[in-house]
């Protein structure tokens, strides 16, 4: 029943986990089989074949204790027994799939029949193994699984789900401010500033409306005429800075011509400044104090730590420098003196962008300029945050081609449904962070930004 290796993946598998020396000592790379049994004598056969052809064996004699062992070493591979005490082979491959689903299962059973296959594979068992067998049956069905394990891999970690790591967000949001409310009485309100009637900003008015009721933010939206001036602006924003019941304000843009935007930002409240854009917030960068950080600079350090990926001595190359992705961006990648990231930042005057670019262990392309990056710029295995939002014959897309990139990269943002949810996500939880330091002071002080 298991699909024909071949020698190119038998190669690629020979690559990745490479065998170690003969005393059987772990490298880089080796592989983890796990094999459960309640046989003793099963179980040191098959560590003795296995540490032989250079794999890190693990045993476990019955299903509970197997299951213990995954969730302990993470095995690329289990093999396991079908009839146990306590804790079935058939149990423990369905638990195995809720744990992680990218580990192969290999069946080692005396009882094989039809039948169980069957039932075996609907439990996503890869293969079966009919005892007794040899060490080359053995070592060939490792050999086959892994190879399906680099498959899988590349399937399952290609993409970073932007809007489920939003749902996430809104979720730990959300339930922060069920907790507020009932301590202090009272509930956070989101205020957006429209000048004049934008078709094109309509979209966010409704995305921000959607995401304040998902998580219990009162929201409201000011439009003022298009001929206000910029002096009767700021004097509204400073109204709205003193009106207790906005806990944040968001400037919508564009703003009309007569309008100065970075003297109205600079007019916002710091405490209220939700999308982080006040020069006293941009200012607590340089300090790595937490103040409120641009809504897309966040969300992409958000995407990094959804991957599990620790920044500290990482080599991470930021594409551009704007005011609101990259400048910030780079200084939240530094922001910490021990687990900061080798940061590069690349823009326009840059000379050679590919030498940078291959360097990067972690690529992050902020200039919306859509096929700027192409795949042979990209570092075989490398994470890539897509932040460029581009309309291309009537499609939206990033400023990397993602057909091209996806196969050097081990994870990647797509456009949409990358940074975009998760920046919408973290406006809400900004506008929460307002409201805690507006309940309290101190806690604009209580803690450096932790990131990593």
Not at 156 to 176: H, M, T
């Amino acid at each position: 029943m298991a699909a024909q290796s071949n020698n190119g993946k038998n190669q690629e598998v020979e690559n990745v986990y490479t065998r170690s020396s003969e005393q059987g000592h772990r490298i880089p790379g080796q592989a983890t089989i796990l094999v459960v049994d309640d046989e003793k004598a099963m179980r040191d056969s098959c560590c003795r074949a296995l540490t032989y052809d250079g794999y890190r064996a693990e045993t476990a004699e019955d299903g509970d204790s197997g299951l213990q062992k995954i969730r302990e070493v993470k095995p690329d591979l289990v093999l396991v027994d079908l009839k146990m005490p306590g804790m079935s082979g058939m149990e423990l491959l369905e638990k195995i799939g809720d744990i992680d689903p990218n580990i192969v299962s290999v069946v080692i059973t005396g009882y094989a029949t039809v039948e169980s296959t069957v039932e075996a594979t609907k439990r996503n068992a890869y293969d079966v193994l009919a005892k007794p067998f040899t060490p080359k049956q053995l070592r060939d069905v490792v050999k086959r699984g892994l190879a399906q394990l680099i498959d899988r891999k590349k399937v399952a970690a290609q993409l970073i789900d932007g809007k489920a790591v939003a749902k996430r967000v809104k979720e730990e949001v959300k339930k922060e401010i069920v907790k507020l409310k009932e301590k202090h009485k009272s509930f956070p309100l989101l205020l957006a500033v429209q000048v004049g009637e934008n078709p094109a900003s309509a979209a966010y008015l409704k995305s921000q409306r959607k995401g304040c009721e998902e998580v219990g933010i009162d929201y409201q939206v000011q439009q003022l005429p298009q001929e206000v001036s910029e002096e009767e602006l700021i004097q509204f924003i400073k109204e709205k800075n003193q009106d207790g019941k906005t806990t944040g304000i968001i400037l919508q843009m564009p703003l009309p011509q007569q309008i100065d935007a970075e003297k109205v930002q600079e007019a916002i409240d710091p405490l209220k400044d939700v999308e982080g854009v006040n020069p006293q917030n941009m200012g607590l960068l340089m300090y790595g104090w937490p103040g409120l950080a641009p809504c897309t600079a966040l969300a992409v350090m958000e995407l990094i730590k959804s991957t599990g990926t620790c920044i500290k001595g990482k080599q991470v190359t930021l594409v551009g420098h704007s005011s609101l992705v990259g400048k910030p961006l780079a200084l939240l990648l530094l922001s910490s003196p021990f687990d900061s990231a080798t940061t590069t930042v690349c823009h326009i005057a840059t000379r050679d962008l590919t030498a940078h670019t291959r360097r990067a262990e972690i690529l992050i392309v902020a200039v919306g300029k859509p096929g700027l990056i192409k795949g042979d710029m990209i570092k075989e295995g490398a994470i890539v945050i897509d932040v460029g939002i581009n309309r291309v014959e009537g499609k939206i897309v990033g400023d990397v081609v993602f057909e091209e990139a996806k196969e050097k990269a081990s994870l990647i943002t797509p456009v949409p449904g990358g940074v975009g949810p998760v920046t919408t996500a973290m406006l809400l939880k900004n506008t929460i962070e307002a409201w805690k330091m507006q309940l309290n002071p101190d806690v604009r002080w209580s803690k450096k930004w932790k990131l990593t």
